[in-house]
């Protein structure tokens, strides 16, 4: 996690967020003091975290955690009056919102920063994993795709096909997606 945005009406809690991700290392850090702004901003710059100071001068928060939640892999972490922390937090979790009540424990808010690092890297590690995995759907498809055209138009059998693509590839040094895109490209009308 390298970049944040704080979106907090206080100036005082805004100086305490800033000192406090400058020292878990934080590059770019940026603070508002509207959700609209916030929202405008986040449509065209990603975060890796967001703390929201509730409430807002135009919202109270919750609605603009859920969205930036929902949205991607940015971790949101949700500041509240003790008086509305159970309801808040009730709502906001089941989107990954971590909900921390006012006022705000240095150490407990320190933890929180430690849980939404952990979060977030668990994430990115799942997401990569998944974009592999795609990857990976995707190459056996075409080269399943390309099976099927040397069996239809060469009449080899599956095994046949299978072990042209792999032993063309290996002698060819390419990927068996590379050679099956060039089967698709030669009969493909």
């Not at 100071?53 to 991607?72: F, V, Y």
């Amino acid at each position: 996690m390298e970049s944040a945005l704080i979106v907090s009406s206080s100036v005082k809690s805004t100086a305490y967020f800033t000192e406090i991700l400058s020292a878990a290392s934080f590059g770019q850090i940026v603070a508002l003091s509207s959700c609209a702004e916030a929202r405008r901003l986040l449509l065209t710059q990603d975060f890796d975290l967001v703390i929201i100071n509730a409430p807002l001068r135009d919202e109270t928060g919750e609605s603009l955690s859920r969205d930036i939640s929902a949205k991607g892999m940015t971790q949101v972490i949700l500041v509240v009056a003790s008086e509305h922390f159970e309801a808040v937090s009730a709502i906001c979790e089941n989107d990954g919102v971590l909900t921390i009540e006012k006022p705000i424990n240095k150490a407990l808010f320190w933890s929180a920063l430690k849980l939404a690092r952990a979060v977030h890297n668990k994430l990115a590690n799942m997401q990569a994993d998944n974009s592999k995995l795609k990857q990976r759907i995707e190459d056996i498809r075409i080269v399943d795709r390309a099976k099927c055209m040397l069996i239809s138009c060469l009449n080899m059998s599956e095994q046949e096909a299978h072990r042209y693509i792999e032993k063309t590839a290996m002698d060819m040094r390419m990927s068996k997606r590379m050679i099956a895109e060039g089967i698709l490209k030669s009969y493909e009308v």
